[in-house]
């Protein structure tokens, strides 16, 4: 474990979880023909200025009697390790001239009784804690703001990586929040088990930020989101510690764990959860279909998630990202594949990627005969199991592929929704031509990743020229478009904020569309109980 | 529709929900001998003494300004008709000497704009309110408290019984609160649709109550909880009215709607609910299986449930369930069956009922065809489609058996909660052995009907002589020591103190104990700011 992380951790994803991507020549040459020429950016700054710790030495003292002097850091190096997120605007700020906000100092305990003295000793101070995981928030959550705080912390969880209990009846499993998922995945694999929590920041990202977070994995429909696995969870709040969770399903009032799942560090610091697992998959297969036109492919994959038999990876990319994926991955498959469906009447194609885990292949076989029937029905062109294992071998390269854009002038960013089935044409539409709006002629890509029987998610990627003199304000309003047309609607958004993101600062402006000035109110109330000097994470998410 | 209640419709189940059901000779001579000789009961009273309505005129006057006058009901015999719920104690005041509480009025609004209006001249005469649907609780969740306000009154939401719409592609329908389980289903039957929520209470119980309380129903395994179908909710409040639920999953902060959910009349009325619904089955199937033995029944169920191939309803009685419910029915079957399962080396029979739904028989031969690979290794022995359409037949009969039971002197109550696969043992003895400490050695059935695959509810129907003396007091104590024992536990309960009959007054002293004073003090915020006078169901669920 490395404790003093280098300077450059936080710069880009590529440093960190493996090695860069580069864009094949041909796919370069492409993306300047659809979105225009563009001016390389400057590289990443090795010279970031940070400005001075406003922790006192009294308070310094106080958390290095708890933690220990050495896991007390304020070295500008330390500090801006722990700086912001991986959004866009996150990684933008890293190239352009100008101080990068960064947290007074960073404090690392080694288990949840020193994460809950670490609180004690902020609440005398009048400190604000920035709980902080994998740092891979792309909304703002791991910004170290004050708001109104003398000064703030970032609470580094990393120390808190152990894997606490097996409980392989009940197949119930304890991680402390800082373990990694790579890492979750390999403490459970030597008992048989498996979470099956695959996002995109998978490499990073820690258990206790999925849960801060509602994150959802890519393989989601088979395993539940990870509120889903959420058994049990234990906090640290600066009115005490909190334990909530002993049955499965209970009616014993209202399901407070649902409260703490997605408090995004404002409600207490999660420092253990406690999760359903399963039988490591013994067969994986993964296998790439095509359907001609997003409705027609939009209503299979409704048809799967509403008979109940969505593959565990279930996810259909739109037209253009069908199209750009294939260009973007450069080399010579693509064409022969645009050929091939062109051959075979294919006039819109839209990739579905669906993965099974399973037991034994004869169990998988047996789970893909009545997809493969709605398949059939819906004359969709199998481009075999080469075009499923070629996603599932790329699916954590988006974060790192980003690096390689950036540095070549390009404005490249995601953003994600839900609603339900009757609303997500018109939501997919009214995101598009927000952003349109926006950026002129963007290129848009969409994708379902995420489907339930009632409603799925959208996930945009958009990717366009790089304003050369206003990056930031270019993307900021592109955003705001966006964000505004999903909060439309007449007695409701048309979509929610965020289905898998979380709130952050970016989204907080739109959260009382959402759930109600009541429901802030709520929110806020649920604070006064457990934070009533409003330490957790200020600025975020609930707002006195 | 009645909306003037009858002076006896809170008496007992029977006079409203149908035929009352008579024991057989046999099986009351059975139980006479299990638990030794009865005192028969004083009938139900035909002149309950009520106390005068507490409220004021001037109060009075402005409901009916927002209602309508005949819709605000003050005489004594309909105040008595929504007093209290079902439970034992409740059934056993009726038929027992002394006042029976009962609200100050019956306000009846029309509409969720009316019950908005109530509301807000409930806060300015500082009257406490509590909803009502179907009064069918069993741990004092509709009992009109005052709780310290000078008046208070019952909302009857009957008449909020409309299917307000329909979307099929997105398969949600909004029904409002006050919709009757039964006709909820015809009203969604005229669309194809069926909910598949069939709880015990399923003759009277409500929408909005299905939500207030967490209610699961004996299909869960196969429709999920109620609180899995509930997609939005629209509430009044004190504070004004409260909409959530945008998408079918979302991760902008904390489901607000697993607040509501649950919230017994505390946080809001519910008004209105969007709820999941699915194409009504074309065929169902119902069959009995009978396992030797708890332990290894037990380990089949929780099988199941791994391995996620449950049937729709799945239900496992204990040894002791089994017997009694054969020797209850009376007739020579029962003792036929029990002939065959000596026979076949069946030492200790435990009944396993699994009931499919499905679009075709193909459909749930298909799905049987994993589940009868795992009851052939477990030595299952088949009883047959008949024992399976039995216990369909009589599934909703427990609530009427009740009154013969009482006739005949026999205090009979039910009492359920939930834990981890890994504890279900210590559960189930800790109970029994706290209900024989109490009640010498009475008659205790155990079902499990909702399993996961994390664990599994446990549910308990106690029958023994009644105390001539004291009747209240021993069913009190034996209550208390059943709840004592599902609270204990080192650092977290055995087992929650309700999986789905909710908190009411009964459980409300053990609710702390599972979720924290800091969950209660979590629960008290959220309710200042919703219901910042406290006139929302008063003493119950959040004590401040």
């Known amino acids: 474990m490395t404790i003093i992380a280098d300077h450059h951790v ?15 020549p041909k796919a370069l040459a492409w993306l300047n023909e659809r979105v225009g020429e563009t001016v390389p950016s400057a590289p990443i700054r090795s010279d970031a200025e940070v ?23 304020r070295a500008p190096a330390d500090r801006l390790a722990r700086t ?13 001239p100008g101080e990068l906000p960064a947290p007074d100092a960073v404090v690392l305990p080694a288990d949840p009784d020193e994460v809950q003295a670490v609180l004690e000793v902020c609440v005398r101070h009048d400190v604000g804690v920035v709980p902080f995981g994998g740092g891979t928030s792309v909304v703002g ?28 009846e009940s197949r119930i499993a304890v991680l402390q929040a800082g373990v990694r998922a790579p890492h979750a995945e390999e403490l459970l694999a030597e008992h048989g ?81 406690a999760l359903r697992v399963r039988p490591r998959p013994v067969v994986e297969r993964y ?24 593959a565990d990876v279930t996810r259909l990319s739109d037209e253009d990202e069908t199209d750009g994926s294939l260009r973007l991955s450069g080399g010579w498959k ?27 292949p004869r169990e998988i076989a047996l789970r893909r005969v009545a997809v493969l029937r709605v398949l059939r029905r819906a004359r969709a062109v199998s481009l075999g199991r080469a075009a499923g294992e070629s996603w599932r071998h790329g699916r954590f390269a988006g974060p790192r592929q980003r690096d390689a854009l950036l540095d070549h002038g390009i404005c490249v960013e995601t953003l994600e929704t839900a609603t339900t089935w009757s609303r997500l044409g018109e939501l997919r539409a009214a995101v598009r031509s927000a952003l349109a709006g926006a950026l002129g002629d963007p290129l848009v890509l969409c994708h379902i ?52 993101h979380a709130v952050g600062t970016d989204h907080a402006p739109y959260l009382a569309a959402e759930i109600g000035e009541l429901g802030m109110r709520v929110l806020a109330g649920a604070k006064d109980a457990v934070d009533p000097t409003g330490i957790l994470n200020p600025g975020k998410l609930i707002t006195r």
Request: charged letters at 20%.
């Open 334 to 360: 693509a064409a022969v594949v645009r050929r091939y469906l062109r051959r075979r009447g294919v006039a819109r194609p839209c990739l579905l990627v669906l993965g099974w885990h399973g037991g034994s």
């Open 449 to 500: 990743s995420h489907a339930y029987e009632t409603g799925a998610s959208l996930y945009f990627t958009v990717l366009t020229a790089r304003d050369a003199t206003d990056p930031v304000g270019q993307w900021q309003r592109a955003k705001e478009a966006a964000c505004a047309a999903i909060s439309s609607g007449s007695d409701r958004p048309l979509g929610t904020i965020s289905h898998h």
């Open 141 to 168: 959550g791991v910004r170290a703001l004050r708001g109104g705080k003398p000064a703030v912390i970032v609470l580094d969880l990393a120390r808190l990586d152990r894997l606490v209990s097996v409980d392989p």
């Open 193 to 273: 088990f498996t979470l099956g929590h695959v996002p995109q920041s998978f490499e990073r990202a820690t258990i206790g930020g999925f849960a801060a977070t509602r994150s959802a994995g890519q393989a989601s429909s088979g395993y539940g989101r990870f509120e889903d696995m959420v058994a049990g969870v234990r906090l640290a709040t600066p009115a005490g510690p909190w334990r909530l969770g002993v049955a499965p399903a209970s009616a014993a009032g209202p399901d407070l764990r649902q409260l703490a799942v997605g408090s995004e560090g404002t409600l207490g610091v999660i420092t253990e959860v």
């Open 51 to 73: 400005p001075g710790s406003l922790l006192t030495e009294a308070a310094a003292v106080e958390l290095a009697g708890v933690v220990g002097e050495r896991y007390v850091l």
């Open 84 to 96: 912001g997120g991986l959004s866009y605007l996150d990684l933008l700020s890293r190239r352009l």
């Open 10 to 24: 936080r710069g880009s994803w590529t440093e960190q979880a493996g090695a860069a991507v580069q864009l094949p």
């Open 287 to 310: 296998h790439g279909y095509v359907l001609d036109g997003w409705e027609r492919a939009q209503d299979v994959v409704r048809e799967l998630a509403q008979n109940r038999i969505l």
